[in-house]
């Protein structure tokens, strides 16, 4: 599908609704009220990236941990359920990498629910990943108590 007509806005921190607001939109995946606040809460001191629709709609967001200069870490990343598989996590993983390359960084990293977990939404996720040039690396069964976590990482070029 085409991608929509977006506007990827970079904020240094701040913006909380965005993210709860998408974040609401996917209890599926960020269905824990305790792990929903934790991404709020860091969207105060991450980097934001939020993508809009030209009416002004927030439907995607990512939010970025700098490791160190040369790695990153996606913390966060949602796209409003409606808007899947129409180019928003595209255009917003283009806009994130393009910035992290022009300060040097060369590595961006990701975790998200391992293999081992059955769940057909992450199964979604984990292929999105892949195609955006994704590896995986490792999955690490006890990072996250009682889930698999998958870590997966993109040579940034």
Known sequence: MESPRLRIERHASGDRDAVRTILEDLPQWFG????????????DTLPNYV???PAGEQIGVVLIEQHFPETAEIH????KR????QGVGKALLTEVEGDLLSRGTRMLTVKTLGEADPDEGYRRTRLFYGDQGFVRLEELPDLWPGTPCLFMAKLLL
């Open 76 to 79: 966060l990343m949602a796209v």
């Open 51 to 53: 993508a809009i629709t």
């Open 32 to 43: 824990r009220p305790d792990a929903t606040e934790a991404y709020v809460t860091a969207a």
């Open 82 to 85: 409606a808007w899947h598989r």
